[in-house]
């Protein structure tokens, strides 16, 4: 038995280093200026349920997500817009409750960089929902959901976009294996092809088929005045295409940052069943702090922690609550080739809030699978544990995080598909 796991070990590790020349390379590298922008279209099955009681809740969803990412020397910019259209189910022992709901949410993020590193922070996060839900065999009630949370901060240090860099190293790893090339590429020539990567990667054309085949011809072309590739074929192509187009929607990033803020909210929610509509008024001022380190080809750490405080009020019976809030985060991303993704990630938090205090914690794992450039398969699978938690207002800033009521453990998870329109 030792020998098994000493073998698995080691062949564990060969995976993580061979590929492995340039341990600093994907830590260290600095995109150039780029936009890069992209449409998904996503259909999954959530669960979640817990051990103290027989609740369970399920939900089949359906969505469009736009993400687009602006980055320069004095700015980096990101903007996700998501439609979700959601059927939901939950039960106990005597209630079973089906839901619709529609969703828009828009996360909005811009930091204008002066100094070099130091930067303000302009930020919003809005959502509009429109649901109905009630008991099977009984009437149901409509709701309406509206929130808006524009933020201003100021802060120091950077995230550099740095899956460019794996993509170069990708076409290196991937050349050698099957001996297209079998030198080690030098620091500048994986700069250079990196570059090239994020320039061309957002450029739109009526029809894929030509637009993949100018970007590879321009990718080619790169390669060719390095040195590299020089006998063209259909294996160069092939795997040539196999390290750009798969990994074209990883996201990893290198580098710290620290962010300190105001945040100022309004939600208004009216449900047909409830006398009133309720209005919350929320002021938050936040702290944040993350640091991603790529420590070699394939693996990822990220720590990110998160501290908060504020008021909130209601707006109809003009009371105050004030609440604080402590969250810490790592997750471990392991990219062993360029299809496949998967991240562990804990999740420690703390509340207190209406004289009540309480704690959260999570552990899951997230796994990604492309079958094609398009096609990704996605699977999640956590496990928490909590006691009168309440999770805070602040959905764009901080890590994500849930309600517990009482004292609970339990389990979430997913099993999606997504598809890349562009």
């Given amino acids: 038995m030792k020998k098994v796991v000493l073998v698995a070990g080691l062949l564990a590790c060969n995976l993580i280093f061979s590929q492995d020349n340039h341990p600093y390379f994907i830590k260290n590298y600095k995109a150039p200026d780029f936009k890069l922008r992209y449409l998904m279209a996503n259909f999954g099955s959530n669960g979640s349920g817990n051990f103290v009681s027989d609740n369970f809740d399920s939900r089949l969803d359906g969505s469009l997500h736009y993400y687009h990412i602006s980055n320069s020397k004095k700015y980096q910019g990101e903007v996700g817009s998501t439609y979700i259209l959601r059927f939901g189910h939950s039960s106990d022992t005597n209630h079973h409750t089906i839901g619709l709901s529609n969703q828009i949410a828009n996360n909005i993020q811009n930091r204008f960089y002066f100094k070099e590193l130091w930067f303000v922070g302009v930020h919003d996060y809005s959502s509009i929902r429109l649901a109905n839900s009630g008991e099977t065999n009984q009437n149901g009630s409509a709701s309406f959901r509206l929130f808006m949370q524009p933020q201003v901060s100021i802060g120091y240090g950077r995230l550099e976009y740095v899956q460019f860099a794996r993509r170069a190293m990708d076409i290196e790893y991937l050349f050698k294996k099957n001996k297209i090339y079998n030198e080690s590429f030098s620091e500048n020539q994986l700069k250079t092809i990196a570059d090239k990567i994020a320039l061309i990667s957002n450029k739109r054309y009526l029809d894929r088929r030509i637009g993949l085949m100018d970007q590879l011809e321009l990718l080619d072309n790169t390669l060719q005045d390095l040195g590299i590739g020089s ?86 019976n003009n009371n105050n609550e004030p609440g604080l809030w402590a969250i810490a985060n790592y997750t471990l ?90």
């Fill in 333 to 422: 991303g392991w990219y062993p080739n360029t299809r496949t993704e998967l991240y562990t990630n804990a999740t420690l938090g703390s509340s207190f809030e209406d004289n009540d205090a309480g704690y959260y914690s999570q552990l899951s794992l997230d796994f990604y699978y492309y079958f094609s450039p398009r096609f990704r398969l996605n699977a999640t699978a956590s496990y928490y544990l909590g006691s009168t938690y309440t999770q805070p207002t602040i959905f764009n800033l901080v890590p994500s995080t849930s309600n517990v009521n009482g004292g609970l453990h339990g389990y979430r998870f997913n099993l999606g598909f997504s598809y890349a329109i562009f």
């Fill in 231 to 316: 006998e063209k074929n259909i294996r160069y192509f092939a795997q040539l295409m196999d390290s750009y187009v798969f990994a074209n929607h990883m996201h990893r990033r290198s580098g710290f940052r620290a962010e300190l803020g105001v945040s100022e909210s309004l939600g208004i929610f009216y449900n047909t069943a409830s006398p009133l509509d309720l209005g919350l008024n929320y002021t938050h001022g936040f702290l944040d702090l993350q640091y991603h380190l790529p420590t070699n080809y394939a693996l990822q750490h990220t720590f990110r922690f998160s501290t908060l405080g504020g008021i909130r009020q209601d707006l109809i």
